[in-house]
């Protein structure tokens, strides 16, 4: 154990050897990120130690609301003594508890250490953005987060599949995403199928659609022995988010959450076009449309916002708000495809975050403690 600690604390005097903050670019997550491996993610960082009283606070916030609303509070449900898929991936679940883990790292950021510079995120990871740059107030947060992920519970349209766009170095490969495109296009030829492009994510191509149009997306898409066989890989409730599946959503969502709600943001925030709101000139009522309009039934381009906010801001490394670090791969990708800072395939990377490491994932204990006071 003490090995370790010293390891850990040699790496956080690495990453910031100059003495001086470092530029941090923070990533949030979506959907997906709380799974078996996270079940009690807030008692193991944010609880019980004085440091942690805010963390407290905001958690019991969210618990309040939530019993008031007549649902398992997220302190129930990180604090399960076993997981269950049926219950955490709900969306009335998972999107607060999420929200929980993931606003709660932020809070856990040694600001002595670091500048964040900008906030992004994926999908609901917007969501979390807009609270950690403030353009949504904790109490508005709260409440929307905690609504969109129950009305996308309630409806659960259609689904998502995930699919490569690249070989095992993380290296595009030449013609699939052509070939995954066309295979799209002769789908929605078919009677009752729906077919979209849901998530531009790093190195993996997300579709979104109804029944129908997936069934026949699962048959046509040849496995990938050499990945495991993981994919195609149809992912447990989640609805289709960012398709045009979902406009009713977003009309009921425009209807029931006021721009009131919204506040101009602290921090620039980079949105799932790659646009840039910024804090002394970003219109709420445009924040407003875009988060409950565009980006819930328009394709979200995760790997865009990535480009634009390292292109823009330069930041010294990128912080993946926990929980779960399965969102480290995407921003690896993501980065690939730009030749960041040199980098060019798999190998590379993981040379880079050996020596280096550009990508802190808090999700990941021993990157976790570079990142925390």
């Known amino acids: 154990m003490l090995k370790r600690q010293v390891g850990e604390k040699r790496m956080k005097q690495d990453v910031n050897l100059q003495g001086k903050k470092q530029k941090a670019l923070v990533i949030c997550p979506g959907r997906g990120t709380y799974n078996k491996e996270e ?9 019980g130690q004085e440091k942690d009283k805010d963390k407290a606070r905001f958690v019991d916030r969210i618990d309040a609301y939530r019993q008031q609303e007549g ?15 049926r219950e955490h991936t709900r969306g009335d679940n998972a999107s607060p508890l999420i929200h929980a883990c993931a606003y709660a790292d932020f809070l856990s950021i040694d600001q002595s250490q670091f500048d964040v510079v900008a906030v992004t995120g994926n999908s ?6 807009l609270a950690a740059a403030q353009a949504l107030p904790e109490s508005s947060a709260i409440e929307l987060i905690n609504t969109m992920g129950t009305m996308m519970q309630q409806s659960l349209i259609g689904g998502q599949v995930i699919y490569p766009l690249v070989d095992e170095s993380w290296c595009q490969i030449p ?4 070939h995954l495109l066309e295979l799209m296009e002769s789908i929605n030829q078919q009677q009752g199928a729906e077919l979209h492009i849901s998530i531009e994510l790093g190195g993996m191509l997300v579709f979104g659609g109804n029944e129908a149009a997936l069934k ?13 066989g993981r994919f195609p890989l149809r992912l447990h409730n989640h609805a289709a988010f960012h398709t045009p599946l979902l406009k009713k959503i977003s009309d009921h969502a425009l209807q029931r959450l006021p721009s009131e709600l919204f506040a101009a943001p602290s921090l620039p925030l980079i949105d799932g076009r790659g646009h840039i709101w910024q804090p002394l000139s970003s219109d709420t009522q445009a924040l407003h449309q875009y988060t409950l309009g565009h980006q819930v039934f328009q394709p979200y381009d995760f790997s865009k916002a990535i480009e634009v906010s390292v292109k823009e801001f330069a930041p010294d490394r990128i912080i ?3 929980p779960g670090s399965t969102l480290g791969g995407a921003v690896a990708q993501a980065l690939i495809n730009i030749n960041w800072q040199g980098l060019s395939c798999k190998e590379d990377f993981i040379r880079q975050q050996k020596t280096d490491p550009y990508v802190l994932a808090m999700g990941l204990e021993e990157q976790r403690a570079m990142v925390v006071s």
């Open 39 to 47: 079940l009690g993610y807030l008692n193991r960082f944010h609880m």
């Open 124 to 129: 609901m990871g917007w969501y979390i953005a």
């Open 71 to 85: 649902q398992v509070t997220v302190s129930e449900l990180d604090g399960r003594e076993s997981y269950a898929m």
């Open 175 to 178: 013609g699939r995403r052509e």
């Open 216 to 228: 026949q997306l699962m048959e046509l898409l040849p496995p990938l022995p050499q990945q495991q």
């Open 320 to 322: 993946i708000l926990g």
